[in-house]
């Protein structure tokens, strides 16, 4: 690795909002001596992988070593540019998502009908992995530069419904080309999203009631 400061290009798709504290990250990133930070939030670009794509288009007319990808709506650790110091080809925070009234890492790893979560992450480690999700992730230029476009995209099945997201279609692409791909668990990243919370309550309340009964 280059012994001068690692150059980031931090991408943000966005339609035209992010959150305060990820602005307030900013300011904070740019300033950071121990970083070149270049920040390229896209406007309006829809769908989500064609912003990913004029993301990485526009990091790789930049002269930036890594491409720092991070949601509008994500709040990664304000260490996360410290990733770079890891010199892996792709690498990620651990994002979060609300499904079926539980909150899941998407960490996955894959079995023989698609993905499935990693139920118990050692804490602090950095660990190969599946997939993961692009909510906060890294890729080295060397990587995008050598792929053919598009860099994300959805796939649908034969009834047009969608069967993979642009970040798993990523995380697939980079596998068959024999890259890594690592999750590093000490860089938790906060996920803001609407939920309904009488589901999260319900299964709460029915947990504590079961513990109860036992």
Known sequence: MSSSKPSIFIGVPTLGDVRVELAINWLRWVTNPRYQVTI????NVQPTPVARNQIVKAFLDSNCEYLLMIDSNVIPPQNI?????????IVGGVC???KD?????VVLKEVPNGFSVYDD??????????AIGTGCIMIKRKVLEEWSQPYFEFRFDVDGMLS???DFYFCQKAKSLSYNILVHTG?????YSSVD?????????NDLMSTARS
Do not use: R, W
């Open 40 to 43: 390229y939030p896209t406007l």
């Open 81 to 89: 540019l410290d990733l770079a110091l890891l010199d892996k080809d």
């Open 96 to 98: 979060f998502i609300c």
């Open 101 to 105: 009234n539980k909150l899941i890492p």
């Open 121 to 130: 992450l050692p804490s602090n480690t950095l660990m190969e992995v599946d």
């Open 164 to 166: 993979i997201g642009e």
């Open 187 to 191: 860089y938790l990243c906060a996920h």
């Open 197 to 205: 919370l009488t589901g999260i309550a319900q299964k709460h309340l």
